[in-house]
């Protein structure tokens, strides 16, 4: 059997040759100048030595050029390293290097650091978008997507052959590579076709990193193979995504809680017509009930719940149109298996108070990390890939997430689930955003503190917090101490980074 996903955009352009595929500021890419563009770009990479199995980085934000570039490279047989914009030198260095990319393609605001990784890992081949053009060591994108006489190239490989490789930010050591396959990629993106009822009218707001697995596979990669059009945004800004909700009569927004945190709360967000939005998914981080209720009141759309990890490629679970449960995950994605495990390996019953492991075995479950077998037999462990998220499911097999296992709070003896207090600080008038942590206690081994930020003039004090807060929860649960700051740091997906606020405060 030979495969490869680049087979969605020759697809499209069999069957949905004139539509656009892409929607950018500057207008739209059909999905025939698509395939065009990304069989010059295969020509071009195999004209200066690229043979299947290659890595090739891509390190733009979300532009046209990325979506050519990445079908270009699969189309050549070579397989994808997308990586964030605003990565150093020595980051780049080491993703080129560890993967043996033989070219980068970057963005002119990237150049300088691309440059310096290049040189570092031995990368001959540089390649960068906008800007002032080309140099004695850099080559414009231009050249690659340039007509060429030569046979546009299509090599099929096998399904369980490595497509992309994501690097995972871990908090302690070095990224590890994800090998996502090119089967493992198809079935992920048909899932969430699936999960969001998906054809060749929507219109979905890429607002999420392509780089990063949901806007990979979730948002790009579903969409054309749906048919329907992806609208590129290079960055959040909620005004940006209300107004091309608008102008674009956007069907489908993928999205963090942050980001729909900051659509509900926008001061104008009634005056833009959202009629057109007919399903909204969250992932990569809990996201509280509140926001959930508020955003529905609003926007008049359910937020679909999903659940998953760079790992599972990255959708594991998710609520159907036909079959969903409020504020929980949802439901295994088809051909896979989701169970709760307790610390003694075994699975754990139905119920509330059935608290273990998140883990998951099936087609969506990575090949592994690249050059690193003793991670690799860790996470896949008993054949099942084990998450590090703690869970339950209820009565009705649906499953609902707790926390992550790294971040539960043991205090005296206790367990207490972070979540489980942000969603009780969630529900004061004055709070906007929250995260709770455990900070270590000499008597009881951790306490609980929680960080948060207020709404515009409001004045809540931490006595206040805690005292709202206490009335609400069990004695062991509430926080001892709150640090009330400016803004929660965020990741470039919008995920509140916890162990930041470790860093800077302790």
Known sequence: MAFNLAEIVREGARWNATRPAVIHDGGTVSYAELDRLSDNVAA????LGIEPGDPVGIQLPNVPEFVTAL????????????FNVVNKGPEIAYFLSFSGAKAVITTDSALAEAQIGAKEA????????????????????????????AAAPYVLRDPTDTAVLLYTSGTTGKPKAVKLTHFQLFMNARAHVQCFDMDADSRTIAVMPLFHALGLSG???????????????????????????QEHRATVLHGVPTMYHALLNHPDV??????????????????????????EREFGVLITEMYGLTEAGPLATANLPTRRKPYSIGTPIWGT?????????????????????????????????????????????????????????DEDGFLFIVDRKKELIIRGGYNVYPREVEEVLYQHPDISEAAVLGRTDDRLGEEVHAFVTLRPER????????????????????????????????????????????DIYW
């Open 44 to 47: 071009h990479l195999v004209a």
């Open 71 to 82: 079908y270009g490279i699969l189309k050549a047989g070579a397989v994808a390293i997308p």
């Open 122 to 149: 031995g990368v001959e081949h540089v390649f960068v978008h906008g800007g002032s053009g080309p140099s004695a060591e850099v080559r414009a994108f231009e050249e690659l997507t340039a007509q060429t006489d």
């Open 219 to 245: 948002i790009l990669n579903a969409n054309l193979l749906a048919g329907g059009a992806v609208i590129l945004l290079e960055k959040f800004d909620a005004t940006r995504v209300l107004e091309s909700l």
């Open 270 to 295: 009634a005056r833009y017509d959202r009629s057109s939005l007919r399903a909204c998914g969250s992932a990569g981080a809990a996201i509280a009930a509140e926001l959930l209720d508020g955003f």
């Open 337 to 393: 298996d989701v169970q709760i495990w307790g610390s003694d390996g075994r699975r754990l019953g139905r119920g509330k108070d059935n608290i273990g492991e998140i883990v998951i075995r099936g087609h969506n479950t990575m090949a592994g990390y690249l050059n690193n077998e003793a991670a690799t037999d860790e996470a896949l462990a008993d054949g099942w890939l084990h998450s590090g998220d703690l869970g339950y499911e």
């Open 459 to 502: 004045s809540a004090t931490p006595e206040d917090i805690i005292a709202f807060v206490k009335q609400r929860m069990a004695v062991y649960k509430y926080p001892r101490t709150v640090t009330i700051i400016d803004a929660l740091p965020k990741s470039s997906t919008g995920k509140i980074l916890k162990r930041q606020l470790v």
